[in-house]
């Protein structure tokens, strides 16, 4: 760890050189299983070669001229985006907390052309939407806000998967505009709600006159075993927030709308300089189109089912295991306790996971994996997490 870093992460002892497909090399030449993908970005595996030739050959053409000049391959990924999602238009920005910055103000000024001039948003319990100001704001969890203080305001809470709670702000906020969810939640600890939750926002936006706008930063790109989460219901929303999964590692982020969302926007009232360069949006192309040609969608569901069998199998009888659960390639496994260390654990065992809400093991692996990789996946983590509990319960 550098003298001359801000001390904003607490990074784990290795670096990494290398990658290839699921696995990454350390400078010692060691190599890692990565069923973390980087966070959830790396879908199709690290350094993968049409990834890798769409960025070289941009980058000998141009990497960027600002959004002053009209970029092809913007209107190109718009339009490609929008069809995937059944959108109407997009915004293109650098990152997820940028994406979710462009809804909420999105949302705002949708409120304030209807004359609401102190606008809010529904936002859930236990949900993560970033790092800025609004963001952590309109995020559900005080460790991110704490010291951030005055947060922004606006947003109105209600507990994750209860209808009844919206139903109760709908009666008693004369205010709301919006509402703002995940359709899974991936940093409160892979949470999924009840099948019928998005139609029912999906009704109550549309009985309120609210904007449904999903935050698919972790769930989009095939994640889930379709193109975004909110596919698996009938439900169309009015804005989709992506990132992560959009550049397989190139930052770029989109606020897609719909409708009347769609047009909210008019020049001047929101940019960012980088958003949606040449180099970007050559990336992101890349990667829709190897997602469809490789049909990932569909074997992330596949892989993601095997991988929840062979995780119950391997775990039954362990009581320490509350709850193996998620939707293709967004898997969570709760235990019974606070299970931080695993990843350390898993670490020594050569495989990349992550902990969230100190209790969940979550997985994210990229989508390209083989089923025995997968497998791999499987028989490390069930035997850490064997280890694990029998060593706490002795
Ligand atoms: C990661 C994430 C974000 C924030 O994205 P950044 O690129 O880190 O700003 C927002 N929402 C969800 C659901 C995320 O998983």
Redesign the pocket.
């Known amino acids: 760890m550098s003298d001359h870093l801000m001390s904003t992460y607490a990074p784990l002892p290795v670096t990494f050189e290398r990658g290839e497909g699921a696995w990454l090399w350390d400078k010692q030449g060691n190599i890692y299983l990565d069923a973390l993908s980087g ?2 970005v790396c879908g199709l595996g690290h350094a993968h070669p049409n990834v890798t030739e769409a960025i070289n050959a941009q980058a000998k053409k141009l990497l960027h001229t600002s959004n002053l000049y009209t970029i092809e391959l913007q209107n190109q990924l718009a339009e490609k985006l929008c069809q995937l999602a059944a959108m109407d238009k997009a915004f293109f920005c650098n ?4 994406a ?1 910055e462009a809804a909420i103000k999105l949302a705002r000024l949708h409120g304030h052309q209807n004359n609401i001039s102190q606008p809010s948003i529904i936002v859930a319990e236990n949900s ?4 800025t100001m609004a ?1 952590l704001s309109a995020t559900g969890n005080r460790k991110v806000q704490a010291g951030f203080e005055p947060l922004v305001q606006g947003f109105i809470r209600a507990p994750y998967n209860d209808i009844e709670a919206i139903r109760t702000i709908a009666q008693r906020s004369p205010n709301v505009v919006a509402i703002l969810i ?1 359709p899974i939640q ?2 409160g600890g892979i949470n999924i709600p009840g099948s019928n939750y998005l139609t029912e926002i999906r009704a109550l936006c549309d009985e309120n006159g609210w904007l449904m706008m999903l ?1 698919e ?3 989009g790109m095939c994640r889930t075993g379709k193109w975004f989460a909110y596919q698996h219901s009938t439900c169309l929303p009015d804005v989709v ?1 992506l ?2 999964g959009l550049g397989n590692g190139i930052p770029i ?1 989109a606020c897609l709308a719909r409708g009347k969302a769609a047009d909210v926007f008019k020049p001047g009232t929101h940019g960012t300089t980088f958003g949606g360069n040449p180099l970007v949006c050559s990336a992101a192309l890349a990667v829709i189109q190897t997602l469809e040609e490789q049909q990932l969608a569909a074997q992330a569901n596949e892989l993601g089912n095997n991988i929840r069998d062979g995780l119950r199998n391997a775990l039954a009888g362990c009581d320490a295991v509350k709850e193996i659960r998620g939707v293709g390639m967004m898997i969570g496994i709760e235990l019974n306790r606070p299970c931080i260390e695993l990843v350390k654990i898993a670490l020594k065992h050569s495989l990349l996971i992550s902990v969230q809400a100190e209790h969940v093991v979550r997985l994210l692996p990229p989508l390209i994996i083989s089923s025995e990789e997968a497998y791999q996946i499987v028989n490390i983590t069930s035997t850490i997490i064997k280890d694990f509990a029998s060593a706490e319960t002795e």
């Open positions: 966070i959830g990152s997820g907390a940028e979710i993560f939407h970033g790092r963001t995940e991936g940093e935050d930063i972790q769930s927030c990132a992560k982020g």
